[in-house]
């Protein structure tokens, strides 16, 4: 514990030789320790208090495990701790150690609160916190033994507090599963198990299951003569949040209010409600951290949602110290090239936050994998979130090097998929040895696809644009769903929750859109929804962006694809006749009925119809 004067607990020193009075004595490892874990608590819990206000007062995105609370004050401490055993050595004998190791501990509590406002200039940052750290060691220098005793009291009752606050969360979590679980009702006979797996950034352009020269889907290529996969699946939005919560919802992304900084609101009941409502276990596990974590919204109707896993390594990213530039420059370190580097282009401003850490893809597989062997008799619901496939791209060594140098962003990007490939291969394989497979519903796809160059942009998120909204789908359930089927009508990912529910024999109740059944069963009643995707108006983004000053909208149909901002401004791209999509044939007379026809769809899907 945080004991100050942990010296007063000690025999009087004796009186240095010479002088009146005692000497003061140099400090322990221990009571260096106590001092590191003291600012560490303290600048933990401040740390913690302004995410919390952030997400319950402003109710903004904070990027933080739920667990903050115990994870900032020990990834503060991961910090603190070496530099005080290196005090310990270096200030050994010195009887004003303390006071300095206090200072310099001070120093860090203080700029590890203010790095994440990067719109303090660092020096600034710098200087505060240095103010603020040298009047605190003086306060510490001079205090008197009780009220350094008192200060070590506080962080005692302050340890107690946060330890109690954690073991109450924990818990809460499982007497909430508890509760949860013993107020489902019991699941129709034969009930199929039901597995999402959605692909971070994933466009079918890239598989090798749609045709895409390199193999980077094998394992789904051949598991494709098993089920039935969609040549024209569309996102309904080209970023995470809006288009998982379509594929949660069964709603367009323009129905559910969403900001870039905010949780989604999902309207109405969500899919995993409904498998809940109908005996289901239900079970969400996600490697996008920033967009699909529980604070994002998305975690309604999930009896179980893993998101930030108890690793280390992300532990430590809930101190901002541990996500400032230099710190980061500095662990990159592994030649006096890169200290070199280093030095030239040192900052504090933070890397990022936690979310921007993905969980990898086999730590996601494990995870479900050991829900699924836990489970029991009752059958599952369960989302599964992949982000290798995120820039930058990951992939290991191994399956890069089957894709070229790694100097091009798609070889990192074809290599990435094959290796979400190499994981859902394991997955499937892993469920038919348990026999599980063909009592499961299977359904692949991704959340929306990625730019490398066209129309002059890259990455998502910025335009909507056929490579962002293409995305793969495959289907496989062989009691109701043909095997090696392909079929070619556009359709939305908005329909996936319908087609789920219908699959499994469950009632929509008030999730909307259609079951997909309908196109491959030739005398099934309806049509599959509109394929319309938007965009909400960019946050700080380049001027070349298309959504830079305006929300955007797009409906694909037939051969043609229309984009309208809400200036008015449209674009019509014929992407079969022309694949780039660089002509836009709006203006054309022969096509103005086939605009008009578009711009009713958009329409009809903005109010709601």
């Known amino acids: 514990m945080f004991d100050p004067d942990a010296s007063s607990a000690r025999p009087a020193a004796t009186a240095t030789p010479g002088t009146t009075g005692t000497a003061v004595q140099p400090p322990s490892a221990r009571e260096l320790l106590s001092i590191a874990w003291g600012l560490a608590l303290a600048a933990g819990v401040a740390y913690a208090l302004t995410q919390f206000v952030r997400q319950r007062v402003l109710h903004e995105l904070a990027f933080v495990s739920r667990d903050v609370w115990w994870m ?9 701790a070496p530099l005080a055993l290196v005090f310990a050595l270096v200030l050994r004998g010195r009887p004003r150690g303390r006071v300095v190791a206090f200072a310099t501990f001070a120093f860090l509590a203080v700029i590890s609160q203010l790095l994440p406002y990067t719109a303090i200039a660092s020096w600034a940052q710098v200087i505060l916190a240095a103010g603020v750290a040298v009047q605190l060691a003086r306060w510490y220098s001079q205090a008197s033994p009780a009220r350094r005793g008192a200060l070590g009291t506080a962080t ?14 924990q818990g809460w979590r499982v007497e909430r599963r508890h509760s949860m679980l013993a107020a489902l009702p019991v699941a129709a006979d034969g009930a199929p198990n039901v597995l999402l797996l959605i692909l971070d950034t994933v466009r079918s352009d890239n598989l090798s299951l749609y045709g895409h020269h390199r193999p980077t889907t094998p394992n789904l290529l051949r598991r494709s003569a098993e089920a039935t996969v969609f040549e024209q699946a569309f996102a309904t939005a080209p970023w995470t949040l809006p288009s998982h919560g379509s594929l949660l919802t069964g709603r367009y992304a323009s129905e559910l209010p969403h900001d870039w ?10 899919v995993a409600e409904r498998f809940r409502d109908s005996g289901y276990l239900t079970a969400g596990f996600v490697a996008n951290l920033s967009y699909t974590s529980y604070e994002t919204g998305l975690a309604r109707g999930f009896i179980e949602y893993h998101d930030y896993p108890l690793d280390p390594r992300l532990i430590l990213k809930h101190s901002p110290l541990a996500l400032s530039g230099a710190v980061q420059q500095v662990a990159r370190i592994r030649s006096m090239d890169d200290a070199r580097r280093a030095v030239s282009r040192l900052r504090l401003a933070p890397g990022g936050h936690a979310g921007w850490h993905p969980v990898p893809a086999q ?13 029991g008799a009752r059958p599952f619901f369960a989302f599964l979130n992949y982000m290798n496939a995120h820039d930058p791209y990951r992939a290991p060594d191994s399956v890069l090097a089957r894709f070229g140098d790694g100097r091009r962003p798609v070889d990192r990007y074809d290599a990435a998929i094959a290796r979400l490939d190499e994981e859902i291969g394991r997955l499937l394989d892993s469920l038919q040895r348990r026999g599980a497979l063909d009592n499961t519903i299977v359904v692949v796809t991704a959340d929306h696809g990625e730019l490398f160059g066209e129309h002059g942009l890259r990455g998502h998120a910025n335009a909507l644009y056929r490579p962002l909204l293409q995305v793969p789908l495959f289907v496989r359930y062989p009691a109701r769903v043909p095997r090696g089927a392909r079929v070619q009508d556009e359709v939305s990912l908005r329909d996936i929750p319908a087609t789920l529910l219908d699959l499994a024999g469950i009632a929509r109740g008030t999730i909307p859109g259609q079951s997909l059944a309908c196109t491959w069963t030739p005398q099934a009643d309806g049509v599959p929804s509109p394929a319309v995707a938007s965009v909400i108006q960019g946050r700080n983004v380049s001027a070349r962006f298309p959504n830079a000053a305006t929300p955007l909208a797009t409906v694909i149909d037939d051969d043609q694809q229309l984009i309208r901002n809400a200036r008015g401004e449209e674009q019509l791209l014929n992407y079969r006749e022309d694949p780039t999509e660089v002509v836009n044939e709006v203006q054309d007379p022969q096509v103005r009925s086939e605009v008009a026809r578009l711009r009713a769809i958009l329409a009809s899907v903005a109010h709601g119809r």
Do not use: C, W, Y
Not at 72 to 80: C, Q, R, W
Not at 363 to 375: G, H, I, S, Y
């Open 72 to 80: 900032s004050p020990i990834a503060h401490l991961m910090i603190f």
């Open 156 to 169: 005692r009752v302050a340890t107690v507090g946060v330890v109690a606050l954690a073991l109450t969360q």
């Open 261 to 270: 900084l905010r949780p989604i609101n999902l309207e109405g009941e969500t």
């Open 363 to 375: 730590d996601v597989t494990n995870r479900f994998l050991a829900f699924e062997r836990k489970r």
